[in-house]
């Protein structure tokens, strides 16, 4: 489903203007990640793509439905968003019947959402944990329950709040994992991140806003090439990328495959 | 980021410089002189030649005049008919309504009482207007009152607009979670416990990394602590606070002495 965003605007109650003039299409199946420095706009950005923020000026499509006269109740059947602290959202007795609140809201069939729970559970290594309190589960792992109490809901599209933010290298990977099988799905997936490893192992498409506007948007390689540009947000391109540029590659390279190739085509024609 | 629950504007006002202990001093015998002065104006002149130029030199004028519309008037002038209608005194009836009679005695008693709580409310505005709750808590624990009292105080301002800031994300989580909370009574009543419950669970672990917190910077500890503000307690705060007390006294005297 696309999301189309035409000239956005928004100003917060107390006079900041959170976002200035943002216009933004995302492709149907498109994975984008949003980067920037604390205070950039982004989380008051993707809050207005499931109508938790109405804008000041301008307008958010999703699909063929407008957000400023379609409910949050109702956006939520296309928009799933996955807040930062699962902690704010968890209060059922065991994960199953957690993960299973989306789908019910939404209507789903019996059947369906026994199916969708079933999915979710076993995307996020839940099944073995459906009877368990979430609030006897380690911090992690709750994290794991907010993504599948989510991801139940078989939306088009999902945001994540900054998934990663205190979550080992396990926890990362199986959040990656998540990502992966959602973009194989054919969803869009929308991500806050500060881990920019996180974002150049797992995203095409990098966003970077500053100050309520877009700084830069387009393919991830592109974006980290122009450290200069990002050091304005107060981004560093990921340290592979900067190794890359220091041992003087053409390409910018994003991971450990395109370093390892760049590095061999450098010894190569040596 | 989130503001304190308080009425405090910071100006830059003789008011403001004053020690929060002569401030509360301040306010207290003004309410008690308005209550045990035994001639019949005293509110009133209180009110009109000490508290409103009082709001003046703390330069709290806009922000007083809006609470005294907003909170004081209303509650006076409730006071106000519930007294003159109400008070079974007097003889000269100048308004009769069904069973009820408006005397001018019951007027006249009225109007002192009405007068009499917009000068308390009236007081206090004053007081939490120019007093910065940490500034009175910190100088009161210096001089003596319990820290845990002060805790107390201080982190309930401080807690309830945290609340209020994690019940809105919470509420925003679980709409998107496809929670209806805009519509029917009955869909309302169902959606209470995911809203309620992550905020209790929330806010009892936060009270426990609190008292942790608190804890591990020596908050229980015996030896006499320093303070990162100095407020000033100079002697023309002594002799205003003295001052003070002493017409307190002269008009309980004057009150048993006439009466």
Redesign the interface.
């Known amino acids: 489903m696309k999301i189309e965003i035409n000239d956005l605007r928004f100003t917060y109650p107390t006079g900041l203007e959170a976002l200035q003039g943002i216009s933004l299409t995302i492709e149907s199946g498109e994975q984008v990640a949003i980067v920037g420095q604390n205070g950039a706009g982004k989380t008051t950005l993707v809050?207005h793509f499931?109508g938790?923020l109405q804008p000041t000026a301008g307008s958010v499509l999703i699909g063929d439905w407008d957000t400023k006269i379609t409910?949050?109740?109702k956006l939520?059947?296309r928009?799933?968003?996955v807040?930062q602290?699962p902690?704010?959202?968890?209060?059922s007795k065991d994960v199953g019947t957690e993960v299973k609140?989306?789908p019910r809201?939404?209507g789903y069939s019996k059947d369906k959402t026994d199916e969708l729970v079933k999915r979710a559970l076993t995307l996020t290594e839940l099944s073995d944990k459906t009877e368990t309190n979430p609030?006897d589960l380690s911090p992690t792992w709750r994290k794991m329950v907010a993504l599948a109490?989510?991801i139940s809901?078989d939306t088009p599209i999902v945001i994540f709040d900054e998934p990663t933010t205190g979550q080992d290298a396990l926890s990362i990977a199986r959040i990656a994992h998540v990502i992966a099988e959602l973009r194989r799905e054919g969803k869009t997936v929308v991500t806050i991140t500060h881990d920019i490893d996180f974002c150049a192992e797992n995203f095409e498409r990098v966003i970077a806003l500053s100050e309520g506007r877009i700084l830069l948007d387009g393919v991830a390689a592109n974006i980290f090439g122009q450290d200069e540009v990002l050091a304005q947000t107060y981004v560093d391109p990921p340290q592979l990328t900067r190794l890359g540029k220091k041992l003087g590659f053409k390409e910018t390279v994003r991971n450990q495959e395109e370093f390892l190739t760049s590095l061999r085509g450098t010894s190569d024609s040596e | 980021m989130h503001e304190r629950l308080s009425f405090f504007v910071k100006r830059d006002s003789a008011l403001h410089h004053l020690n929060p202990l002569t401030k509360i001093v301040l306010a207290l015998s003004i309410i008690l002189v308005s209550i045990f002065s035994p001639w019949y104006w005293t509110s009133h002149g209180l009110l009109l030649v000490v508290i409103v130029p009082l709001v003046f030199i703390g330069k709290v004028a806009n922000e007083y005049f809006t609470s005294a519309l907003r909170l004081i008037l209303p509650a006076a002038g409730f006071i106000f008919f519930m007294q003159a209608f109400f008070q079974p005194i007097g003889q000269t009836v100048i308004f009769n309504f069904w069973f009820l009679d408006i005397t001018q005695e019951s007027l006249l008693f009225a109007f002192r009482i009405a007068t009499r709580i917009t000068v308390m409310i009236s007081a206090f505005t004053l007081f939490l207007l120019t007093t910065h709750p940490s500034e009175l808590m910190s100088d009161l624990t210096r001089r003596g009152l319990p820290p845990q009292f002060a805790y107390v105080i201080i982190s309930t301002l401080q807690i309830l607009p945290q609340m209020q800031a994690?019940a809105q994300?919470?509420i925003?989580?679980?709409?998107?979670?496809?929670?209806?909370?805009?519509?029917t009574f009955f869909k309302r009543i169902g959606s209470v416990?995911?809203l309620v419950?992550?905020l209790v669970?929330?806010s009892l672990?936060e009270v426990e990394e609190r008292a942790i917190a608190i804890e591990a910077r020596g908050f229980t500890s015996k030896k006499a602590k320093t303070s990162l503000y100095e407020i000033s307690d100079r002697s023309s705060d002594k002799f205003i606070r003295w001052g003070l007390v002493i017409l307190v006294i002269i008009s309980i005297v004057l009150k048993l002495w006439l009466s």
């Open positions: 809050r499931n938790l409910s949050v109740a939520a059947s928009v799933g968003y807040f602290n902690d704010e959202q968890l209060f609140f989306g809201n939404l609030y109490s989510v809901m | 994690k994300t919470i925003a989580a679980q709409r998107s979670r496809g929670l209806d909370t805009e519509s416990v995911p419950s992550p669970f929330g672990v």
